[in-house]
Antibody, heavy 121, light 109 residues
Framework: EVQLVQSGAEVKKPGESLKISCKGSGYSLTSYWIGWVRQMPGKGLEWMGIIHPSDSDTRYSPSFQGQVTFSADKSISTAYLQWVSLKASDTAMYYC??????????????WGQGTMVTVSS | SYVLTQPPSVSVAPGKTARITCGGNNIGSKSVHWYQQKPGQAPVLVIYYDSDRPSGIPERFSGSNSGNTATLTISRVEAGDEADYYCQVWDSSSDRFYVFGTGTKVTVL
């Protein structure tokens, strides 16, 4: 079965660092882009950026450039999303999702279950 | 950057047809994908490339795209279709490559 499994929920204080993970199975992680999507409580989906695990080529949405870092370890089929200094406004559900090319466009066809990040003092 | 506008909510009786619109400038020239997100769950791709269904998605889900509006149609609506629905396009000309719509809450009466 093709799936993405994300790490568990996190509760952090403002200023702390955090790295969450997204492990792929059932397919070759290095053959597809992985995207990260934020969903703040009660809000819609926001695209954060993408990473290609084969060479760690990354593209960030301007809204998230400089705020987060994507990385990947292809030896263990895992992508990561990292913060150096969390803010309360980072409280959200974070999804990783596989990007697949469908004839003329990319779509997110496989999603992780999400990682809830709560930042509170 | 490219903007996709959806109605905040759509209400429909069981067995009827729900239509969810996604408005964008000349969206008919782009490929539109649709996602269903049930409460407490991750999104699921239900329509890709305007009107194609991934395996496992019921035929009751269909899509169309023309001009400035794309539409997701759910026929013979069931209680289990109650969810948030998002459209999405890939805008290669923008630095925000992957654009999601504002989302529509479908309520089954």
């Amino acid at each position: 079965e093709v799936q993405l499994v994300q790490s568990g929920a996190e509760v952090k204080k403002p200023g702390e660092s955090l790295k969450i993970s997204c492990k792929g199975s059932g397919y070759s992680l290095t053959s597809y882009w992985i995207g990260w999507v934020r969903q703040m409580p009660g809000k819609g989906l926001e695209w954060m950026g993408i990473i290609h695990p084969s060479d760690s080529d990354t593209r960030y949405s301007p809204s998230f450039q400089g705020q987060v870092t994507f990385s990947a370890d292809k030896s263990i089929s895992t992508a990561y999303l990292q913060w150096v200094s969390l803010k309360a406004s980072d409280t959200a559900m974070y999804y990783c999702a596989r990007l697949t090319w469908f004839r003329e466009s990319y779509a997110f066809d496989i999603w992780g279950q999400g990682t809830m990040v709560t930042v509170s003092s | 950057s490219y903007v996709l506008t959806q109605p905040p909510s759509v209400s429909v009786a069981p067995g009827k047809t729900a239509r969810i619109t996604c408005g964008g400038n000349n969206i008919g020239s782009k490929s539109v994908h649709w996602y269903q997100q049930k409460p407490g769950q991750a999104p699921v791709l239900v329509i890709y490339y305007d009107s194609d269904r991934p395996s496992g998605i019921p035929e009751r889900f269909s899509g169309s795209n023309s001009g400035n509006t794309a539409t997701l149609t759910i026929s013979r609506v069931e209680a289990g279709d109650e969810a948030d629905y998002y459209c999405q396009v890939w805008d290669s000309s923008s630095d925000r490559f992957y654009v999601f719509g504002t989302g529509t809450k479908v309520t089954v009466l």
